[in-house]
């Protein structure tokens, strides 16, 4: 019940492209779901995030989707620059209760090809 | 400037050696964590702490120990017991109030020789 399925494993894009990544959990005790990304040799950083009391956010050219009654989420990176090659991890906690753990997928190497 | 240190960047072990992962912040946040990275397996909790001298164990807690005695430190003791310890490390931390979501350091990757 804890899991959070990500696909897919990888994605190549062109420069200019729409990225899409989507997630899919079990769990309805979930209430938060941040999208990180990675470099290779750092840590994740936080990208944007959603409760679910919202279907849509945007932040610059990142929007992530979500539908509460599909228990499904997704990242859409638009104009995807060669800058934003790097790996993606969708994730989900109960915020406040459960230590505030996160639940991580299983990751997506985006390549924006020039 | 604030953020999580960890250190060191990479560490070699020998086969049947203890080693300690350092994780230093100084965010004054209240909870932090430890997760495995492995290439295609996403990150994977091992051990985390609310609050000083108080942990709980993740998903993964075998082969691994922590402590918490200051507020700033949560180190990471990979033991013998951990068979197939070689893996990236990230230490991350919350604060709860108001909650942003986790700070990562930038990992130690171990690896045994």
């Known amino acids: 019940q804890q899991q959070v399925k990500q696909s897919p494993q990888s994605l190549i894009v062109q420069k200019g492209g729409i990225s899409i990544i989507n997630c899919a959990y079990e769990n309805t005790a979930f209430d938060y779901f941040p999208w990180y990304q990675q470099f290779p040799g750092k840590g994740p950083a936080l990208l944007i995030a959603?409760?679910?009391?919202?279907s849509e956010k945007k932040e610059g050219r990142f929007t992530i989707s979500f539908n509460k009654s599909a228990k499904q989420f997704s990242l859409h990176i638009m104009d995807s620059q060669p800058g934003d090659s790097a790996t993606y991890f969708c994730a989900a906690s109960m915020d406040r209760t459960s230590g505030s753990r996160l639940t991580f997928g299983e990751g997506t190497q985006l390549t924006v090809n020039p | 400037d604030g953020g999580i240190t960890q250190s060191p960047k990479y560490l070699f072990r020998k086969e049947g050696q203890n080693v300690t992962l350092s994780c230093e912040q100084n965010?004054?946040?209240?909870?932090m964590y430890w997760y495995r990275q492995d290439p295609g397996q996403g990150l994977r909790l091992i051990y985390y702490s609310q609050i000083v001298n108080d942990f709980q164990k993740g998903d993964i807690a075998e082969g691994y120990s922590v402590s918490r005695e200051k507020k700033e430190s949560f180190p990471l003791t990979v033991t013998s017991a951990q068979k197939n310890p070689t893996a990236f490390y990230l230490c991350?931390?919350?604060?709860?109030?108001?909650?942003?979501?986790?700070?990562f350091g930038s990992g130690t990757r171990l690896t045994v020789v």
């Open positions: 965010l004054n946040h209240d909870a």
């Open positions: 959603i409760r679910p009391d919202v």
């Open positions: 991350a931390s919350i604060a709860r109030v108001p909650y942003y979501g986790y700070t």
